[in-house]
C-alpha cells in the first residue's frame, strides 16, 4: 500500500533544497505551500513572475495536488488562464508520480515564452502605430482625386460663386452711387465720345 504521507514528505524535503528562495510552507494540515516562479530576464531586463499555491490531497500523487496562482507580476488575464491550462494538463499526465517540480518548470518554461512574447507584442504595438501615423499621414495629403466630372462640378460652383461677388459688389457700388460716371470716365471709357463733339459741329 502507497505510503501518501511519506511520498509527500520526502517531495517536499526535495522542493525546499531546489527552491530555497522561493518555497513556503503556509500549514501542515493539509500540507500548503507556495513557490515563487520568475521568468527569465527578457530584453530590457523585465521578468514576469508567479506565485503558485499547491495544496496535497490525502492520496496525492495518485490524486492531483489542488493549485492555484495567488500572485502574477506583468503577466495578463490570458497569460493567467494559459497557466492554469498548463498545470491542469501537467497534473492530469503525471498522476501517480510526485509531480509539483514537473508543474513548476512547466510554468517556468511557460514564463520564458511569455517574456520572449512581450518584447515580440511590443514591437507588433510600436509597428501598428507606426502605421495608422502614416495612414493618418496619407489621409490628410491625399485629398480627393480629382475626375473630369468632379472638376466640372467644382468650376461650376465656382464661377457662380464668382457671379454672386460680382453682382453683390455691382448692388453696392450702386448703393453708394458710384456707377454714375463722371465726364472724364466717360470718355476715358468710350473713345468715340473723343470725336462725337466734333462731328456734331460739321453737322
Known amino acids: 500500500m502507497t505510503d501518501y504521507s511519506e511520498e509527500q ?6 522542493l525546499e533544497s531546489i527552491y530555497p528562495d522561493s518555497f513556503t510552507v503556509l500549514s501542515e494540515k493539509p500540507t500548503t505551500f507556495t513557490i515563487t516562479v520568475t521568468s527569465e530576464a527578457g530584453e530590457n531586463d523585465e521578468t514576469v513572475q508567479t506565485t503558485l499555491k499547491f495544496t496535497y490531497r490525502e492520496k496525492y500523487p495518485d490524486e492531483a495536488p489542488l493549485y492555484e496562482v ?14 492554469i491550462k498548463l498545470l491542469e494538463q501537467q497534473a492530469e499526465e503525471n498522476l501517480g508520480m510526485v509531480m509539483i517540480f514537473t508543474l513548476v ?7 520564458n515564452e511569455i517574456v520572449d512574447q512581450i518584447k515580440t507584442r511590443r514591437e507588433e504595438e510600436k509597428k501598428q502605430k507606426e502605421r495608422e501615423a502614416e ?10 482625386p480629382v ?5 466640372l462640378n467644382w468650376k461650376a460652383k465656382f464661377d457662380a460663386e464668382l457671379l ?6 455691382m448692388k453696392e457700388e450702386e448703393q453708394a452711387g458710384k456707377n454714375k460716371l463722371s465726364g472724364k470716365q466717360l470718355f476715358e471709357m468710350d473713345h468715340n465720345l473723343d470725336t462725337s463733339d466734333i462731328q456734331f459741329l460739321e453737322e
Do not use: M, P, Y
Open 164 to 169: 454672386e461677388i460680382k453682382r453683390k459688389k
Open 105 to 111: 518548470s512547466a510554468v517556468q518554461e511557460k514564463l
Open 9 to 14: 514528505r520526502n517531495e517536499l524535503e526535495a
Open 147 to 151: 475626375t473630369i466630372e468632379n472638376f
Open 135 to 144: 495612414e493618418e499621414e496619407k489621409q490628410r495629403f491625399h485629398g480627393t
Open 70 to 83: 495567488v500572485s502574477q507580476e506583468n503577466l495578463d488575464e490570458n497569460d493567467v488562464t494559459d497557466i
